[in-house]
């Protein structure tokens, strides 16, 4: 039996078309296994993102978590939860080095900024502008 006309084409498409899905879907998996694998001091990037979280969880009020999830209302919806994640990882770490008793605005906004790429900043500034928050104070962070 030879396939001709319409249903060859059609088989060809649902092969590049799964072929694609496929080919995504592994490059994101992929990278997700890369940031568990361990680093020199044993622990990978999501084990030190949880250990940040956990040693602040005490100062994430819900004031503080209306804030964050306001900031990642851009993220796809199903990228949100991991961009929480790792924004909160940074933010506990930056609370965690400054040995902070009480979580300010602009932990948040640099825990953001500084977790995010710099292509994404510009959905940051944008968001910032929304809520009326001037911008100025935190331009240091946005150079790094």
């Given at each position: 039996m030879a396939?001709?006309?319409w249903f060859l084409w059609f088989i060809l498409f649902w092969v590049v078309v799964l072929v694609g899905l496929f080919a995504i879907g592994g490059f994101f998996m992929?990278?997700?296994f890369l940031k568990?694998?361990?680093?020199?001091?044993?622990l990978s990037d999501?084990?030190?993102e949880e250990y940040y979280v956990d040693k602040t969880i005490h100062l994430w009020g819900t004031e503080e978590k209306a804030m964050l999830n306001e900031l990642v209302q851009p993220v796809p919806d199903l990228f949100r939860p991991v961009a929480k994640q790792k924004i909160a990882g940074k933010i506990g770490q930056i609370l965690l080095e400054e040995k902070a008793k009480k979580?300010?605005?602009e932990h948040i906004i640099r825990g953001y900024i500084e977790a995010t790429p710099k292509r994404d900043h510009k959905f940051l500034r944008k968001k910032?502008?929304?809520m009326q928050i001037d911008v100025n104070?935190?331009?240091?962070?946005?150079?790094?």
């Open positions: 396939l001709e006309g992929f990278r997700k568990s694998m361990p680093k020199k001091d044993g999501l084990n030190w979580m300010k605005l910032l502008a929304e104070p935190y331009e240091q962070y946005f150079e790094k």
